[in-house]
């Protein structure tokens, strides 16, 4: 299974980017994968931004992103949104999706990763 993250960007403060990531090779089995994203800022650790769970459709976010961020899949195309509005400097990080697993911050797999820049 591979997963291909796309979407990210230069943007300005208050700006908005929509994220995609999409699921390749053994996939018949993505509706019943628990989803997410990640990002990693600049000299940080890599941190919990959104998850969603495969079965109920039930969304979580970091307190952070609340109110600004919106997690979403389709899964008759194997792909994973994160819609992000609002965007703030502090967003800057490279974002990486994940797929299969418990959920949270655990998956089975994981995408390369896309750089958001958010300008001030």
């Known amino acids: 299974v591979q997963l291909q993250a796309s979407g990210g960007g230069l943007v300005q403060t208050g700006g908005s980017l929509r994220l995609s990531c999409a699921a390749s090779g053994r996939t018949f089995d993505f509706s019943s994968w628990n989803v997410g994203w990640l990002r990693q800022a600049p000299g940080k650790e890599r941190d919990f931004v959104a998850a969603?769970?495969?079965?109920?459709?039930?969304?979580y976010y970091t307190d952070s992103v609340k109110g600004r961020f919106t997690i979403s899949r389709d899964n008759a195309k194997n792909t994973v949104y994160l819609q992000m509005n609002s965007l703030k400097p502090e967003d800057t990080a490279v974002y990486y999706c994940?797929?299969?697993?418990?959920?949270?911050?655990?998956?089975?797999?994981w995408g390369q990763g896309t750089l958001v820049t958010v300008s001030s």
């Open positions: 994940g797929a299969g697993g418990i959920g949270g911050t655990t998956y089975d797999y």
């Open positions: 969603m769970h495969w079965r109920t459709g039930t969304t």
